[in-house]
Nanobody
Framework: VQLVESGGGLVQAGGSLRLSCVAS????????MGWYRQAPGKQRELVAA???????NYADSVKGRFTISRDNAKNTVYLQMNSLKPEDTAVYYC??????????????WGQGTQVTVSS
């Protein structure tokens, strides 16, 4: 199963971006979907996640500014990022897992999309 992100870019502080991640391949079901980020010299960290039932959780640093959502019909997860700060600058990765048509577990990462917030 492949995950492909889009929507990254350069934005000024206070601006907004919307990331998208589409899953494709032998997908029978998708469980949780999430967004991680990794800034230079730092460990990869969870930004937000959403369960198959729609429950969400967020890193404290993005609560109230970022919103994660998913469209199950399109196998897509979104991350709406508002009030962006320079410290949000990082490569953002999509992550998800589920079952294939052969009922095998799959767990995939996207290739990453760069988000740069200028001050």
């Amino acid at each position: 199963v492949q995950l492909v992100e889009s929507g990254g870019g350069l934005v000024q502080a206070g601006g907004s971006l919307r990331l998208s991640c589409v899953a494709s391949g032998s997908i029978f079901s998708i469980n949780a979907m999430g967004w991680y980020r990794q800034a230079p010299g730092k460990q990869r960290e969870l930004v937000a996640a959403i369960s198959s039932g729609g429950s969400t959780n967020y890193a404290d640093s993005v609560k109230g500014r970022f919103t994660i959502s998913r469209d199950n019909a399109k196998n897509t997860v979104y991350l709406q990022m508002n009030s962006l700060k320079p410290e949000d600058t990082a490569v953002y990765y999509c992550n998800s897992y589920g079952y294939t048509g052969d009922y095998e577990v799959w767990h995939s990462w996207g290739q990453g999309t760069q988000v740069t917030v200028s001050s």
